[in-house]
């Protein structure tokens, strides 16, 4: 009951942010986004580990540093490489988290569509970047690692727990590209709504993996 309870409140939040942040609500916005983050890492800590405890508390961890870079992306003047270093943050610790029950290893067939998603994700992007070259590269290399492991953990693990966690991070990868295309190469009027509702159901899906 708590589960249901927690994860309609993460997506009831989330869905007045966007709504709030189409209308140009921006006092909803500052307190509809990090509640529904709130929600989802609560959502993680009442749950009994499946796995290690400290799979649990480097994914909380993880949820943690995400809602600082909320905080950062949603200011009106957007702190938007000091958000981008709380969600490098995070991918590592969901990296590690990860590690906890699996070995270090990408198989072939799963590094192949990840390595070619990064480089057309950097072909696409490189001439827009400017003075943000490194540290997007580094975000899109370190994002794309987070989702092969998660994809090679649910290989060698299965079960639904795994699947949620491999969900979620193909989730972030989708969220984080919309955002990069439409901040650096195009904006495009659906994104945000696109962007906050891929990203909100993996940070829920990655919550649901403990």
Same mark, same amino acid.
């Given at each position: 009951?708590?589960?249901?309870?927690?994860?309609?409140? &993460? !997506?009831?939040? @989330?869905? =007045?942010?966007? +709504? /709030?942040?189409? *209308?140009?609500?921006?006092? $909803?916005?500052?307190? #509809?986004?990090?509640?529904?983050?709130?929600?989802?890492?609560?959502?993680?800590?009442?749950?009994?580990?499946?796995?290690?405890?400290?799979?649990?508390?480097?994914?909380?961890?993880?949820?943690?540093?995400?809602?600082?870079?909320?905080?950062?992306?949603?200011?009106?003047?957007?702190?938007?490489?000091?958000?981008?270093? &709380? !969600?490098?943050? @995070?991918? =590592?610790?969901? +990296? /590690?988290?990860? *590690?906890?029950?699996?070995? $270090?290893?990408?198989? #072939?067939?799963?590094?192949?569509?990840?390595?070619?998603?990064?480089?057309?994700?950097?072909?696409?992007?490189?001439?827009?970047?400017?003075?943000?070259?490194?540290?997007?590269?580094?975000?899109?290399?370190?994002?794309?690692?987070?989702?092969?492991?998660?994809?090679?953990?649910?290989?060698?693990?299965?079960?639904?727990? &795994? !699947?949620?966690?491999?969900?979620?991070?193909?989730?972030?990868?989708?969220?984080?590209?919309?955002?990069?295309?439409?901040? #650096?190469?195009?904006?495009?009027?659906?994104?945000?709504?696109?962007?906050?509702?891929?990203?909100?159901?993996?940070?829920?899906?990655?919550?649901?993996?403990?």
């Amino acid at each position: 009951m708590l589960v249901i309870s927690l994860s309609v409140l &993460a !997506f009831g939040a @989330a869905a =007045v942010n966007i +709504i /709030a942040d189409y *209308l140009g609500r921006r006092r $909803l916005v500052y307190f #509809f986004k990090p509640s529904a983050m709130i929600f989802v890492i609560a959502l993680a800590w009442q749950a009994e580990p499946s796995f290690v405890p400290a799979y649990k508390y480097l994914l909380i961890a993880g949820l943690s540093l995400s809602l600082i870079g909320d905080v950062f992306m949603m200011l009106r003047n957007k702190k938007f490489l000091a958000g981008l270093v &709380a !969600f490098l943050g @995070a991918h =590592v610790l969901y +990296i /590690a988290a990860f *590690l906890q029950t699996m070995p $270090l290893h990408l198989s #072939f067939g799963t590094a192949l569509p990840l390595i070619l998603y990064a480089l057309f994700m950097m072909r696409i992007l490189f001439p827009y970047l400017g003075r943000m070259k490194m540290p997007v590269v580094l975000y899109i290399l370190i994002i794309t690692v987070m989702a092969g492991l998660a994809a090679e953990r649910y290989i060698d693990l299965g079960g639904m727990k &795994a !699947f949620s966690a491999f969900l979620g991070a193909i989730l972030f990868v989708v969220s984080d590209s919309i955002l990069a295309l439409n901040r #650096f190469a195009k904006k495009f009027k659906l994104a945000q709504a696109l962007i906050l509702s891929t990203y909100f159901a993996a940070q829920w899906l990655l919550a649901m993996s403990v």
